[in-house]
């Protein structure tokens, strides 16, 4: 889904217009960027948080060439699932097998 998809899917499910939607959903994408911009996290309860952390210097090679560079340290967006979220994308987990017994590892019938 990409940000047109979204904005005509809150649309058709909330009693706005395109127009207001897309305005609303830049704003909210706007702040989040200037909170992280700021060092500050945010949290988004059941949905998942939004942090900056520092990403430190390294040595690394140029793939074209292999030869040795210095790749700079930096600050990066990291986004971490909230349980509603995880537990919404995971659906049903896989039922775990019964155990066997020692009988029926055997063949035999308890």
Known sequence: M????????ITTGSNTTKAQTTTML????????KTLAKGDGVQ?????????TERAGREG???????????PAKK??????GKT????????KPARPAKKT???????KK
């Open 2 to 9: 990409n940000k047109t998809e979204l904005i005509e899917a």
């Open 26 to 33: 830049n704003e909210l994408l706007g702040i989040i960027q």
């Open 44 to 52: 988004l309860i059941g949905f998942g948080t939004f942090s900056v």
């Open 61 to 71: 090679r140029n793939p074209a060439t292999g030869k040795a560079m210095t790749i």
């Open 76 to 81: 990066v967006v990291k986004f971490k699932p």
């Open 85 to 92: 979220l995880a537990d919404g994308v995971a659906a049903v």
């Open 102 to 108: 020692k009988a029926k590892q055997n063949g035999k």
